[in-house]
């Protein structure tokens, strides 16, 4: 392996080592069967200190001329951390550490010089991101070909005034051995970094008076939807449904209806890898958020932060943004196993989708939730518009809306008397004639 792919690839041991004197290094060079670690610089000798404990290479002939070194052995620590360090290397997902050399970002370059920003770097896009343990990082917006996410140091963030959840365009620089580092913001969601905006908190909440449209779906399920459970722009909306009744496709349909309406953000919770492609493939647009079924929980939930941060970035801004969450289910079950908390898990929850609101004098932030039946009831205090699946209509070959228990509250105030009117239509057939029937005359209308 040539030194860049090494320190790509081992990172994270290398800075452990590199945190030890020299004297340690060499201790230890001997224990991994490196010969004559006394006449090497301390760099080479971290790289070589690598190349042995990974096993990238043949092991090094050991010399002998001379007296032999009087030294003492290695701490079994130190031993025991570099082989844990390389281990964990080793198994990180190959769609995070391995990226075709043609695709990976060039960040500049600063072992021979200071850095240089100038037209010529590569600007580098994504969401400032604050992790657990107190810590920044720039997540790309897009994470096709970007080996290593940069940090963000706390002087570069103060400098530039940057939120959770903004979205910056910047430059960043590497030295050997070391992380990116996001250095300098060119922009911050797409303005100079220095415009004045509101506090999302600080907000006064109101009511949703205007509702999303879903005229283009050529899906009449979806246009129902529209109907019996209108989605205001600031809307807290449940879609309640089982497994196996089609509420990704459903998802996918409404995302597609919102685009150009409003800025979509998915976040996308313990769903297959393919799913999310197929979402950014139809959703060019949309912020998508993926932690994929083999995620870490600890990934889940801060993905499920960061999305809801950048959503109120957006929202503070002026703007309209609706956030779908697919599903609540793998959100709860992820913070339940990182607070080892039930009821802590389920506060999480609820304060993610009751953020939910149209600010007085800013942005909406609306929030569409797919759940399971089993956990819905938690957040019925909190939902105000809610749409149900039902399982037993799809096996009986009809669509699963269910017309009679799909509402939102205060509807009046988003539908016009001749949708009123259709909606109240729908739900009287459906109680009279059942669901069938009911379908029947929600095509009749909507071929009109």
Same mark, same amino acid.
């Given at each position: 392996?040539?030194?860049?792919?090494?320190?790509?690839?081992?990172?994270?041991?290398?800075?452990?080592?590199?945190?030890?004197?020299?004297?340690?290094?060499?201790?230890?060079?001997?224990?991994?069967?490196?010969?004559? @670690?006394?006449?090497?610089?301390?760099?080479?000798?971290?790289?070589?200190?690598?190349?042995?404990?990974?096993g990238l290479a043949e092991p090094e002939k050991v010399s002998r001329?001379g007296a032999r070194v009087k030294a003492e052995a290695a701490p079994?620590?130190?031993?025991?951390?570099?082989?844990?360090?390389?281990?964990?290397?080793?198994?990180?997902?190959?769609?995070?550490?391995?990226?075709?050399?043609?695709?990976?970002?060039?960040?500049?370059?600063?072992?021979?010089?200071?850095?240089?920003?100038?037209?010529?770097?590569?600007?580098?896009?994504?969401?400032?991101?604050?992790?657990?343990?107190?810590?920044?990082?720039?997540?790309?917006?897009?994470?096709?070909?970007?080996?290593?996410?940069?940090?963000?140091?706390?002087?570069?963030?103060?400098?530039?005034?940057?939120?959770?959840?903004?979205?910056?365009?910047?430059?960043?620089?590497?030295?050997?051995?070391?992380?990116?580092?996001?250095?300098?913001?060119?922009?911050?969601?797409?303005?100079?970094?220095?415009?004045?905006?509101?506090?999302?908190?600080?907000?006064?909440?109101?009511?949703?008076?205007?509702?999303?449209?879903?005229?283009?779906?050529?899906?009449?399920?979806?246009?129902?939807?529209?109907?019996?459970? @209108?989605?205001?722009?600031?809307?807290?909306?449940?879609?309640?449904?089982?497994?196996?009744?089609?509420?990704?496709?459903?998802?996918?349909?409404?995302?597609?209806?919102?685009?150009?309406?409003?800025?979509?953000?998915?976040?996308?919770?313990?769903?297959?890898?393919?799913?999310?492609?197929?979402?950014?493939?139809?959703?060019?647009?949309?912020?998508?958020?993926?932690?994929?079924?083999?995620?870490?929980?600890?990934?889940?939930?801060?993905?499920?932060?960061?999305?809801?941060?950048?959503?109120?970035?957006?929202?503070?801004?002026?703007?309209?943004?609706?956030?779908?969450?697919?599903?609540?289910?793998?959100?709860?079950?992820?913070?339940?196993?990182?607070?080892?908390?039930?009821?802590?898990?389920?506060?999480?929850?609820?304060?993610?989708?009751?953020?939910?609101?149209?600010?007085?004098?800013?942005?909406?932030?609306?929030?569409?939730?797919?759940?399971?039946?089993?956990?819905?009831?938690?957040?019925?205090?909190?939902?105000?518009?809610?749409?149900?699946?039902?399982?037993?209509?799809?096996?009986?070959?009809?669509?699963?809306?269910?017309?009679?228990?799909?509402?939102?509250?205060?509807?009046?105030?988003?539908?016009?008397?001749?949708?009123?009117?259709?909606?109240?239509?729908?739900r009287n057939v459906a109680l009279q004639n059942g669901m069938r029937?009911?379908?029947?005359?929600?095509?009749?209308?909507?071929?009109?």
């Amino acid at each position: 392996m040539e030194e860049k792919e090494i320190l790509e690839a081992f990172g994270s041991v290398y800075d452990y080592l590199n945190d030890k004197t020299i004297y340690d290094l060499r201790t230890l060079a001997r224990e991994f069967g490196v010969n004559a @670690p006394s006449s090497a610089r301390k760099h080479d000798l971290i790289l070589r200190i690598i190349i042995a404990a990974a096993g990238l290479a043949e092991p090094e002939k050991v010399s002998r001329r001379g007296a032999r070194v009087k030294a003492e052995a290695a701490p079994a620590e130190s031993i025991s951390e570099v082989r844990k360090l390389i281990e964990e290397c080793r198994l990180h997902k190959p769609y995070d550490n391995y990226i075709p050399e043609s695709e990976k970002i060039e960040f500049n370059d600063i072992i021979q010089s200071a850095p240089v920003y100038g037209y010529g770097d590569r600007l580098y896009r994504g969401f400032v991101q604050r992790l657990p343990d107190g810590n920044w990082r720039v997540y790309p917006e897009k994470k096709k070909g970007v080996v290593k996410i940069p940090i963000l140091t706390e002087d570069v963030r103060t400098r530039f005034c940057l939120r959770e959840g903004d979205l910056v365009a910047g430059y960043v620089v590497e030295a050997a051995g070391k992380p990116p580092v996001f250095a300098q913001a060119e922009s911050v969601n797409g303005k100079i970094f220095s415009y004045q905006r509101g506090n999302f908190e600080e907000f006064a909440a109101a009511f949703p008076q205007q509702k999303y449209s879903f005229a283009k779906s050529g899906n009449h399920l979806v246009r129902a939807a529209e109907l019996l459970a @209108p989605l205001g722009k600031g809307q807290r909306a449940l879609l309640v449904a089982p497994s196996g009744t089609g509420k990704t496709t459903f998802l996918r349909e409404i995302a597609e209806c919102l685009s150009g309406q409003a800025q979509v953000i998915l976040l996308l919770l313990g769903q297959r890898p393919e799913e999310s492609v197929e979402f950014e493939l139809r959703l060019p647009n949309a912020d998508v958020f993926s932690a994929p079924f083999d995620s870490l929980n600890a990934d889940r939930t801060d993905l499920a932060r960061l999305a809801l941060e950048r959503a109120k970035r957006i929202a503070e801004d002026g703007g309209n943004v609706v956030l779908l969450l697919d599903s609540m289910q793998a959100y709860f079950r992820a913070a339940e196993k990182v607070c080892s908390d039930e009821e802590m898990a389920l506060l999480e929850c609820k304060k993610f989708f009751a953020s939910a609101r149209r600010l007085d004098g800013g942005g909406t932030l609306t929030v569409l939730a797919t759940v399971e039946p089993s956990l819905a009831n938690e957040f019925t205090d909190a939902c105000n518009s809610v749409l149900r699946f039902c399982e037993e209509y799809v096996q009986l070959g009809i669509p699963a809306l269910d017309v009679l228990h799909s509402d939102t509250k205060r509807s009046d105030l988003l539908l016009d008397d001749k949708e009123a009117a259709n909606a109240h239509q729908l739900r009287n057939v459906a109680l009279q004639n059942g669901m069938r029937e009911a379908y029947l005359l929600a095509d009749a209308i909507f071929k009109e």
